[in-house]
């Protein structure tokens, strides 16, 4: 591929952000079976995370520090959460589900499996 018209590389730079900066949980999640996609972040809506931020329902956490778990397609991060006027701190793991898309979420005491969002055609 050549680079010489300046057109493919401007193209290729305005791209390459997006795809660095997109991880590996990137996507909106259900919250349950009747979850309307569209609404991220209320009750009855979706959640969704995007660029290393988690965004629930009125919380948005930042997802730092990303530790592979040993022996499984897992990660580990420090949740960076502020919501409600209040900001703390918490440890999540996160995996792909086996059998299905969607994502499974496990908090100190709680575990979540989310199904993923469809985008209609």
């Known amino acids: 591929m050549s680079f010489s018209k300046p057109y493919h590389l401007a193209a290729i730079l305005a791209v390459a952000p997006g795809l660095l900066c997109a991880g590996p949980y990137d ?10 996609c569209s609404l991220v972040g209320v009750d009855g809506g979706a959640v ?6 988690f965004y629930g329902v009125e919380v948005e956490c930042r997802m ?3 530790v592979n778990v040993i022996d499984m397609d897992a990660t580990l991060y420090t949740m960076q959460c502020s919501g409600e ?17 969607g994502l499974i979420m496990i908090w100190d005491g709680y575990a979540f499996a989310y199904e993923a969002c469809t985008i209609p055609e």
């Open 27 to 36: 996507g909106v999640y259900k919250q349950t079976s009747n979850s309307e």
């Open 48 to 53: 969704e995370i995007r660029e290393g931020i």
């Open 64 to 66: 730092t520090r990303p």
């Open 85 to 101: 006027d209040q900001a703390w701190s918490e440890r999540a793991m996160m995996m792909k589900p086996a059998e299905n898309a």
